[in-house]
Nanobody, 125 residues
Framework: QVQLVESGGGLVQAGGSLRLSCAAS????????MGWFRQAPGKEREFVAAIKWWSGSSTAYADSVKGRFTISRDNTKNTGYLQMNSLKPEDTALYYC?????????????????WGQGTQVTVSS
């Protein structure tokens, strides 16, 4: 089992920045990828970004956040990060951290085996 706890959400004005953190515990050696998803009220959960946990060299981003968000991880701290810059009101959502232990598609939420509880990000205009 892998446990994930997100932090760092909050209220920010448009154009501002936030950094989300995802602390992993348990069988962290089994993590293959870490991803971030978000879900706005009345909308489906959508992929935001993903990173290969051990190499850190392979990343993927949704088109809507490319160039504004950066995913990273620190294996020594068992923590993943999502740096969000130039935030827009449409980025408002509950952000989830997820960990996958299988080789699969980064953008597919079914490829992830463990999920955090989510952290709220609200961007005001």
């Amino acid at each position: 089992q892998v446990q994930l706890v997100e932090s760092g959400g909050g209220l920010v004005q448009a154009g501002g920045s936030l950094r989300l953190s995802c602390a992993a515990s348990g069988r962290t050696f089994s993590i293959y990828r870490m991803g971030w998803f978000r879900q706005a009220p009345g909308k489906e959960r959508e992929f935001v970004a993903a990173i290969k946990w051990w190499s850190g060299s392979s990343t993927a981003y949704a088109d809507s956040v490319k160039g504004r968000f950066t995913i990273s991880r620190d294996n020594t701290k068992n923590t993943g990060y999502l740096q969000m810059n130039s935030l827009k009101p449409e980025d408002t959502a509950l952000y989830y951290c997820a960990a996958g232990v299988r080789v699969s598609t980064d953008t597919d939420y079914t490829a992830y085996d463990y999920w955090g509880q989510g952290t709220q990000v609200t961007v005001s205009s």
